[in-house]
């Protein structure tokens, strides 16, 4: 690690969310982990949920090994700055579909589907029946 680090703003590092371009805060360090998104076990598709954020408590509740934590030190590139991190980040919920009425009648057309057949078939059944007495 170099002996006078970089200190970065959260705005800056939160810019680097790309698979081509990655940096993580951990700890108060801010790590450029691009060259390792290829590489990591659990996929680049982790690494990239957790920028943008604090992801001390993702990669803490994994439980990494200490080689991991070893591995860590060559990614480094500089601390936060904390007056810049956001106390809480604010909880935006995902859009859900509104409830569509119309999709009800689909439901009714694929058991129609299925059921109107059906009859026609059990009433050739019961005219054969009663034609051949």
């Known amino acids: ?11 800056d590092v939160a810019k680097h969310s790309k698979t ?5 805060i951990l700890s108060g360090k801010v790590y450029d982990v691009t060259p390792f998104m290829e590489d990591h076990p659990g ?5 990239l949920s957790a920028t943008g954020k604090d992801a001390t ?12 934590r ?5 990614y480094y590139i500089g601390e936060i700055d904390p007056a810049t991190v956001p106390l809480k980040r604010s909880y935006i919920p995902p859009q859900q579909s509104q ?9 009714v057309i694929k058991i129609l589907q299925f059921l109107v ?6 009433l050739a059944f019961v005219v054969r029946s009663y034609t051949k007495e």
């Open 1 to 11: 690690m170099a002996s006078d680090p970089k200190v970065h703003t959260f705005e």
């Open 20 to 24: 081509k371009d990655c940096w993580l």
């Open 43 to 47: 996929g680049d598709e982790v690494l």
């Open 57 to 68: 408590n993702d990669f803490e509740d994994v439980g990494h090994s200490d080689s991991a």
């Open 70 to 74: 070893e591995m860590m030190d060559q």
């Open 99 to 107: 409830y569509n009425p119309d999709k009800t009648s689909d439901f």
């Open 117 to 122: 057949p059906l009859l026609i078939l059990g």
